[in-house]
């Protein structure tokens, strides 16, 4: 069992920054690929980057690309999005999640979600 624990959203006016957290307990967290996802109401649930194991491999959804950063630190259990020049599009709740298998842009891939965090983007 794998418990993710997201931080970070609030309100940020279109433009500016926010850098999300996600804290991970439980199983060895480098066994796993992360994710980042997003749903805004009546929406799916958007893929927005995925990071491997140990880092060194990241894949964008296309939203996203330029604009989002993930990064992690297997030392502290963590899993990041830098989220840069944020859009009222961007409002949405976050998540983040776990894939023991692959670094999957597909929700149903994921094996661990954690309870997400809102991010509002004001015009």
């Known amino acids: 069992q794998v418990t993710l624990v997201e931080s970070g959203g609030g309100l940020v006016q279109a433009g500016g920054s926010l850098r999300l957290s996600c804290a991970a307990s439980?199983?060895?967290?480098?066994?796993?690929?992360m994710g980042w996802f997003r749903q805004a109401p009546g929406k799916e649930r958007e893929f927005l980057a995925v990071?491997?194991?140990?880092?060194?491999?990241?894949t964008y959804g296309n939203s996203v690309k330029g604009r989002f950063t993930i990064s992690r630190d297997n030392a502290k259990n963590t899993v990041y999005l830098q989220m840069n020049s944020l859009k009222p599009e961007d409002t949405a709740v976050y998540y983040c999640?776990?894939?023991?298998?692959?670094?999957?842009?597909?929700?149903?891939?994921?094996?661990?979600w954690g309870q997400g965090t809102q991010v509002t983007v004001s015009s």
């Open positions: 990071i491997s194991r140990t880092g060194t491999s990241t």
């Open positions: 439980g199983r060895t967290f480098s066994n796993y690929a």
């Open positions: 999640a776990a894939d023991a298998v692959l670094m999957s842009r597909t929700p149903g891939d994921y094996d661990y």
